[in-house]
């Protein structure tokens, strides 16, 4: 059986040491209270480079072997999309806690068996948001919550890249990966915006989505020409556009690119309008100062104030310590991944507007 608070350390294994997963490896490798015990990846090379370096005891091939072996407490799943609810599933039925990377699941029905999983099992299943955890997204829960800027109507949130469609061969193939940008870069998007706004329901999604560029052979490299030899899989979007209305009248509006002619805003924008003022939050190319502006008017003009906040800490250290806490606490029924499926529901509703060519209900 998994530890519970009172014993040694927990003893995780990581499941895919791709890109991601050999930063989860790391987090929990310098963890105090972990003992790193396994890692698996599909590719030989891969998995014994991590292990190599974090001296991990025991290294395996397909997920299945690490489910199969003994003295595991928690896994670490970092796998292409629709591996994330079966081997999820699995792991809380075999008894282990489990942090998922995002997205929960290609589809809100696996996103529901996973949250039941993990609510028979009793175990926790938490999903790495880990922009929220910087320190300027925390700067602006203080700030909203106090002075606030009134009464909030509207958000502008996107990700929009010039040419940064991803790179692994299974992000563009619908099958492995659910969907394209929206999928990829949108959970952590309309994650800040439904966390700063302190969870409120979405009612409604209107979308369009394309995958012109991606098809076309665009948007794989900012620095190469376009790949035009037709062989590889391109069948989800690069650019995702939705207008979305949440519970109490506020509307948002939501872009997600991989890629486009346009000006290259790689990273999160974010702008939360209010009655009385206004906040932004863009970290262009992932910059970690001067990324909060706040708008108000002082002594009755506008002013733009740019605080001086530290926008670090939203790693797979701060993902790893939450989990580890998550799972210390006990509270093992709070952290079940219904906020993960939340987010999955929104994402899905905008496919389907986008698919019916309408506004949805969700
Ligand atoms: N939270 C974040 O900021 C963040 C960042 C990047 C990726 N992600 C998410 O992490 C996941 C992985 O993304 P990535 O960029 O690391 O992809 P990746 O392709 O670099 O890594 C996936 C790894 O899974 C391995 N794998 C595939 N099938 C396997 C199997 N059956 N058994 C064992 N290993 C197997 C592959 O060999 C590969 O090394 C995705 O869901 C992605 O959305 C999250």
């Not at 619908?174 to 979405?202: F, S």
């Not at 948002?252 to 939050?281: K, N, P, T, Y």
């Not at 606490?329 to 905008?350: I, N, Y």
Request: charged share 25%.
């Amino acid at each position: 059986m998994p530890l519970t608070s009172s014993s040694g350390p927990l003893r995780v294994a990581v499941i895919g040491v791709g890109g991601v997963g050999a930063a989860h490896a790391h987090a929990f490798a310098a963890h105090p209270d972990v003992e790193l015990v396994a890692l698996a990846d599909a590719v030989p090379g891969r998995r014994d480079a991590v292990a190599a370096e974090l001296g991990v005891p025991r290294v395996l091939g397909d997920w299945r072997e690490v489910l199969a072996a003994d003295g595991v407490d928690a896994v670490s799943i970092a796998l292409p999309n629709a591996l994330h609810a079966p081997v999820t599933i699995a792991a809380l039925e075999a008894g282990l806690h489990v942090l998922c990377e995002k997205p929960l699941a290609t589809t809100v029905a696996d996103a529901r068996a996973m949250v039941d999983a993990a609510r028979t099992a009793g175990r926790v299943l938490e999903v790495p948001f880990n922009h929220r955890k910087r320190g300027d997204v925390a700067f602006l829960e203080r700030y909203l919550a106090d002075p606030g800027i009134g009464e909030i109507y509207h958000v502008r949130a996107s990700w929009r890249r010039r040419a940064g469609i991803a790179a692994a061969g299974w992000f563009r193939s619908r099958e492995l990966a659910g969907g394209g940008a929206l999928i990829d870069l949108g959970p952590h998007v309309l994650d800040l915006v439904l966390h700063l706004l302190g969870e409120p329901a979405v009612r409604t999604a209107s979308a369009a989505v394309h995958g012109r560029l991606g098809t076309a052979g665009y948007g794989r490299s900012r620095s190469a020409a376009p790949v035009r030899d037709g062989h590889d899989v391109f069948d989800v979007e690069d650019l995702a556009s939705a207008f979305l209305r949440l519970d109490g009248g506020v509307s948002v509006q939501f872009e997600i690119s991989w890629a486009g002619h346009a000006a290259d805003d790689e990273d999160i924008s974010l702008e939360i309008l209010g009655v009385d003022g206004g906040v932004r939050l863009f970290s262009r190319w992932y910059a970690t100062e001067g990324t909060v502006e706040v708008f108000r008017d002082v002594g009755g003009v506008p002013a733009v104030i740019r605080p001086a906040v530290d926008g670090r800490g939203g790693d797979h250290h701060s993902v790893v310590r939450d989990f580890v806490a998550a799972i210390r606490s006990g509270a093992w029924a709070e952290h079940d991944g219904s906020l993960a499926l939340r987010r999955t529901e929104v994402l899905d509703a905008v496919y389907r507007s986008a698919t019916v060519g309408a506004e949805v209900e969700l």
